[in-house]
Structures are given as structure tokens and as C-alpha cells.
């Protein structure tokens, strides 16, 4: 008789919580110690749709490195301090607070009480630690373990109490506080026995329990339909709530559907069966335009973001009997003033005109217009100009034959190859307005487009390349993130990667400038370090800079609080305040 009533006990229980997890249209604010957040009050209900170009492949924030997966895990999981994509600032999250030690290396962090995660097991410092040690653990390979080292050694992580934790650094660390943005704190309950067993990467895949999911994210998961949708339901548990007190997110459910591709995303926009899209083409902003007001959606051009193209030479240093072609050219590509006139002959309004359609903005060094904190305003921007590039490449060494065709001082014509990704229309269609340019030059320039993977092969393993267009970006407008590509020893360093010395004194000094930078804690200083590197650059042109395309972006018009940002994620970084205006009489969702 007692097992009976503990059974119907449980029983009710059980309907109890799943009754209290599904009433979203009143739902009732959590315990603990909420966020209030700053957007304008909305109202609960309904469900927001997204596009994806592609299927996520897992669900796992420890592993997950493709774009789709982690544009789902951001809404399911939090972070202790989160960079505000708007302000581009840090502030609080799951740490309320932090207070810094006057040597700059120890970051003590207060969490907020009497939260929990989406499972509603409580959320407490024994997770932070377990969270960092996984991350940490070299046998895991977390893509974010390189964020989280500080002169090349890890951050230790300290547990004070049940909710103070301690970060120690090896040396003062500017942007510090940004460590922490995207780096989800993992539920040690659930994730703890497959760590230890060595089969972490293994978890949480999207045929996943999602019972046995759980994260501190405005969202959780509620089923997944292979090929087809994932279907992500309110976090009854989250911390946040709006400025009167309500508890959000305000939206019911978000649904991510499969397209495949950008023009299968806007399709589907466009015929009113997804509610926002995100980082569209040039063309495809042109073709939406014309049925703003016809199909109730409203597009939106923040600008240029913090993603810049650019064309690059080999520098590397080439065994002459493996690559003898390509070794005679770096005699050229080496010289400084060929890399000058190559840059001021190309027509960089042309490239925006041509190539976005003027949604981009030309460029003249690696920190884009759109990153207002740190970008150097007096760097020149030379016009076009091919007196200029024929003055620079004669006083290189360079002449001209009769017949109008670029010769070196052994008579030898100047030509070379620009390897393109095949899977890029703009950077391809770059490539071929810079063949044109040059042309006027008297250098003939051939086009070779490859696989994406075969040309990353071809620039940062077998260097078999000549001259090569690529793209970079970053999720944060911090100056640390692109310490990969501008230190000699980086990897991404793409004109001579992983270099076991600076070839040159400029990069030696850039190598300099970046460690220092990275140890000084006040910013007007920061800056005039980060403003040298910056003319550094842009005077030895190891990257001859090109463009920044605009961040573009549509919704439909009644969705409230939608706040596009030019920093990843572009359009969900405020989910849980987006929320549903009521519709007009006659109009449709």
C-alpha cells in the first residue's frame, strides 16, 4: 500500500511539472536571482521560424565547430559574462558581478543564486569548474580550449564557494572579461559520466533524449525531425525577465527548418513561411526589396561588419626544387613596392559596385569601418591610380616592352595565378575585376578556381599557390581574436604561416605590438599599440585589402525588439525578448 502511494505520489508530480512546463501562455516567473533586461515589454506566445542553409550536425557545445549547430546551441546554453552584440560591451550573465586583483590576474566571479538549467537541477559553481575543465581537457579537442590560453597556458579555474569562482591567468589579460562570451556552462549531472568515460564528443547528438539535454539558454529542445526541423520550446527555468518584471523569453516555441542554401532560405522568406534571414547576398537584399511592403517584411542594411577580403601573395619560404615556378615569382611578390602598386591599381569602388552592388564598403586595412572602437581613421586610402602603380614598379625594377607587357630586370613578363573558392560568387567575380585592372599594368593574371578545402590545403600546407583571395572575420570586435593572424607564429597567418621567427623586422614588430597590447589593461592605450599594427599593415601589405560587405538582414515587420547587430549571431543574439506586436485587422503573420 505505501509503494502504491508513493508510485501515484511521483505520478502527480510528474504531471504536475510537465503542466507547469507546458502552461506558456501565463508562465510563472522562476526562483532566484533573475537579469532584467532593458527591451520593450512584450507579450507571450507564438512561435518565430528560421531558415538554415544547412542541417546542424550535433548539439554539443563542447565540439560543435559548423555555423547551423552552433546557431541553435546559443539559444539553448549561457555563458557567465556575454559580450552585448549591440553595444559590443561586456556584461553580466550567469555571473552577476567580478571583481578583478590588482596584478590583473585573477578574475573572481559571483554567480547568481538559485538558478537552474532547463531540467531543473540547480545550476551552481561545481558546474563552472567541471564546465572549464572540459574545455581545457587537451583530449577533448574544444574548439574553444585556444581561447581560454593566456600566454600559451591555460587559465586555472578555482572553486571559493557554491557560487564564487576564481580565474587565474598567467600574465595581465586586456580582454579578459571576453574570454568568457560563448563559452557554455555544461550541466556536470548529465555530462559528467560520459567526460570520464572518454565519450563527451559522443554526447548529445541530434537523435539525443532531449530529456537528457538540458542548458541555461532561453531555449531547450523539443524534438527533432531528420531532414526536415528542429523544434526548440521555452526554458520554463531561464533567469531573465523584461523591465516590468515579466519572465522571459516571450516567444512559445523557435523553429529551424533545413533549406540547404541562401537562395532556398530566401524562398522561403519570401513566401512568408520563415519569419526572419540573416547574412543575404547583394542580389538576393535586391530581390526582396521590390515586395517589402507587398508581403509585410521590413530588410535592414547595418553596414559593413567585421568580415574583410583581400588578396595575398606567397610569401612563404619555398623549397626551389619542389615549387621552382612559384619560388622565381616571390621576387616579385617580396617586393614592397610591387605589393603597393598591385594595391593601388585595383578599383575597390569597382569591387563594391560590381560585386555588392554597393552594399560593402572598400578597404585599405584588416579593421573595418563597422568596428568603430578600434579602427585606425588615419590610415590614407589612395585612390585608384595607375601613374602611381607604373612610378612604384619602375622604381622596383620593373619595365615595360614595346607591346605594353611587364617585364623584371631579366626580361622575364610578369604574370601570375589568383586561386579563388569555388563556392564564392563575390570573390571570384574580385578576382576577375583585378584581372582586368592589372591587365592595364601590362601583367598578364589567370584566374584558377578550387574546392574550398583544396585551396585552405594548397595556402596553409602545401603552399602551392601564387597568389590567392580570401575572407576573414571575427565574433568579436576585440583586437585578440586575430592574434592568429597577425602573429608570425599563427597559424592563420596566411602570407607565411607558423613562421619559427619573424621573416621580416615589420612582422617582428607586429609580433611586439600584439603581445604588449594583450598585457595593457587600459583601452587609449590599447589603441595607439592596435593603431601601429594597423599601419603596419597597411604599408608592408602582406594583405592587400579589398572590401567589407554590408551585414544584411530581414524580418517581418511585427516582430518587436528585433535589433540587428553586425556581430554574430546577427539576428537571434536577443531571442528571448523577441516577441509578436498584434496584427493588424486583415493583415497576415
Not at 559571483?110 to 537552474?116: I, K, Q, T, V
Not at 606567397?314 to 615569382?329: H, M, T, V
Amino acid at each position: 500500500m505505501i509503494s502504491k502511494l508513493r508510485r501515484l505520489r511521483t505520478a502527480l508530480l510528474m504531471a504536475a511539472m510537465i503542466w507547469g512546463t507546458q502552461g506558456f501562455a501565463n508562465p510563472q516567473s522562476p526562483a532566484g536571482e533573475m537579469m532584467a533586461t532593458d527591451g520593450d515589454a512584450g507579450v507571450h506566445g507564438g512561435r518565430l521560424v528560421v531558415a538554415q542553409r544547412a542541417e546542424p550536425k550535433t548539439l554539443n557545445p563542447v565540439v560543435a565547430v559548423d555555423a547551423p549547430s552552433r546557431e541553435i546551441i546559443r539559444l539553448m546554453t549561457a555563458d557567465l559574462i556575454h559580450i552585448n552584440r549591440h553595444s559590443h560591451k561586456t556584461e553580466p550573465a550567469l555571473a552577476k558581478s567580478w571583481n578583478v586583483s590588482k596584478d590583473g590576474r585573477r578574475y573572481t566571479l559571483h554567480l547568481r543564486r538559485g538558478l537552474r538549467f532547463s531540467d531543473g537541477r540547480p545550476m551552481n559553481a561545481e558546474d563552472v569548474v567541471f564546465s572549464f575543465q572540459v574545455y581545457l581537457d587537451e583530449q577533448v579537442h574544444s574548439p574553444q580550449r585556444d581561447l581560454l590560453l593566456v600566454d600559451g597556458k591555460p587559465i586555472t579555474v578555482t572553486k571559493i564557494d557554491s557560487y564564487t569562482v576564481e580565474f587565474g591567468m598567467a600574465q595581465p589579460y586586456a580582454a579578459a572579461e571576453r574570454l568568457f562570451d560563448s563559452v557554455a556552462v555544461l550541466p556536470r549531472h548529465l555530462m559528467e559520466g560520459s567526460y570520464k568515460e572518454g565519450k563527451l564528443a559522443q554526447e548529445w547528438g541530434l537523435t539525443a533524449d532531449p530529456a537528457l539535454i538540458a542548458g541555461m539558454g532561453p531555449y531547450r529542445i523539443r524534438k527533432y525531425i531528420p531532414g526536415d526541423r528542429i523544434i526548440l520550446e521555452r526554458n520554463p527555468h531561464y533567469w531573465k525577465i523584461d523591465r516590468k518584471g515579466n519572465v522571459l523569453p516571450y516567444l512559445d516555441e523557435v523553429v529551424f527548418l533545413a533549406a540547404g542554401s541562401e537562395d532556398a532560405q530566401v524562398i522561403r522568406f519570401q513566401a512568408g513561411e520563415t519569419d526572419l534571414v540573416s547574412r543575404i547576398s547583394a542580389d538576393n537584399y535586391a530581390a526582396l526589396a521590390k515586395e517589402q511592403q507587398k508581403r509585410g517584411f521590413q530588410l535592414y542594411d547595418l553596414g559593413p561588419g567585421l568580415e574583410y577580403n583581400f588578396l595575398f601573395f606567397n610569401l612563404n619560404d619555398l623549397d626551389r626544387k619542389e615549387l621552382p615556378q612559384i619560388a622565381r615569382k616571390q621576387a616579385w611578390f617580396k617586393k614592397q613596392a610591387f605589393r603597393q602598386a598591385v594595391s593601388v591599381a585595383i578599383d575597390r569602388d569597382g569591387i563594391v559596385r560590381l560585386c555588392y552592388q554597393g552594399r560593402a564598403t572598400p578597404l585599405w586595412g584588416h579593421v573595418t569601418p563597422g568596428n568603430k572602437l578600434w579602427l585606425n581613421t588615419t590610415l590614407p586610402q589612395p585612390s585608384r591610380s595607375l601613374l602611381n602603380a607604373r612610378k612604384l614598379l619602375a622604381t622596383a625594377g620593373f619595365s615595360w616592352k614595346s607591346d605594353g607587357t611587364l617585364v623584371d630586370q631579366d626580361g622575364a613578363a610578369v604574370d601570375f595565378t589568383i586561386a579563388t573558392s569555388a563556392g564564392n560568387a563575390a570573390r571570384a567575380q574580385m578576382a576577375t575585376i583585378i584581372q582586368a585592372d592589372l591587365k592595364e599594368l601590362g601583367i598578364m593574371v589567370h584566374l584558377a578556381s578550387l574546392e574550398f578545402r583544396s585551396l585552405l590545403d594548397r595556402v596553409l600546407k602545401t603552399y602551392d599557390y601564387e597568389a590567392c583571395i580570401l575572407g576573414l572575420g571575427s565574433g568579436d570586435a576585440d583586437p585578440n581574436p586575430e592574434m592568429n593572424v597577425l602573429l608570425s607564429s599563427g597559424g592563420s597567418h596566411l602570407w607565411h604561416p607558423a613562421q619559427k621567427e619573424p621573416s621580416t623586422p615589420w612582422e617582428a614588430e607586429i609580433d611586439r605590438l600584439m603581445a604588449q597590447q594583450v598585457s595593457t589593461v587600459t583601452y587609449p592605450e590599447r589603441k595607439r599599440l592596435y593603431d601601429r599594427v594597423q599601419q603596419l599593415m597597411a604599408e608592408e601589405l602582406p594583405l592587400i585589402y579589398l572590401a567589407s560587405p554590408d551585414i544584411l538582414v530581414g524580418a517581418k515587420a511585427r516582430l518587436g525588439n528585433f535589433k540587428p547587430a553586425i556581430l554574430d549571431h546577427y539576428a537571434l543574439w536577443n531571442i528571448e525578448e523577441l516577441f509578436w506586436r498584434p496584427a493588424q485587422p486583415g493583415a497576415t503573420r
